[in-house]
């Protein structure tokens, strides 16, 4: 079945950089759109960035020029490098794909910023 498995979020100070991971399995990686997507405390699900099969990338003005989506294809990983950060991204950050047009998520993996 189809599994993503994030990693590399915890405690940084503001100003700080952090690098997520997300590995798939159970699907073609090469061939899907894989994004990033976030969940502060008492907000909703936002997108932050997304990484077509052609590398093509987009991403939440928020995340604009602070953050870096890439993918490795030979890994089935994607990541979301995260630089300059800011208190107000403490959220937990969930990889995400769509297959057989339903949604897949990862368990998530908390990023907290301290100011």
């Known amino acids: 079945q189809v599994q993503l498995v994030e990693s590399g979020g915890g405690l940084v100070q503001a100003g700080g950089s952090l690098r997520l991971s997300c590995v798939a399995s159970?699907?073609?990686?090469?061939?899907?759109?894989m994004n990033w997507y976030r969940r502060a405390p008492g907000k909703q699900r936002e997108l932050v960035a997304g990484?077509?099969?052609?590398?093509?990338?987009n991403y939440a003005d928020s995340a604009k020029g602070r953050f870096t989506i890439s993918r490795d294809n030979a890994k089935n990983t994607v990541y979301l490098q995260m630089n300059s950060l800011k208190p107000e991204d403490t959220a937990v950050y969930y990889c995400?794909?769509?297959?057989?047009?339903?949604?897949?998520w990862g368990q998530g993996t908390l990023v907290t910023v301290s100011s």
């Open positions: 990484i077509t099969r052609w590398g093509s990338e």
């Open positions: 159970g699907m073609d990686f090469s061939a899907k759109v």
């Open positions: 995400n794909t769509v297959v057989r047009s339903l949604d897949r």
